[in-house]
């Protein structure tokens, strides 16, 4: 549950600051949020199970 907290506070921030930029207009927020937070979630998940696996080396 924390991490998902973590994901969806990175992506509230990232899309802010893409509409603040004018990147990304208002009208067209729930698309690029889908977009951005299945990359975000995708990038944390692989980090997690790496680093599963280099903790699993070690022992």
Request: proline letters at 2%; zero cysteines; hydrophobic letters at 30%.
């Amino acid at each position: 549950m924390k991490q998902d907290e973590m994901i969806l506070k990175t992506v509230k921030e990232i899309v802010v600051k893409f509409i603040e930029m004018g990147n990304i207009s208002p009208t067209s927020f729930h698309d690029h949020f889908k977009n951005i937070y299945a990359t975000v979630e995708k990038s944390v998940k692989e980090d997690k199970n790496q680093s599963s696996g280099a903790d699993n080396s070690r022992q």
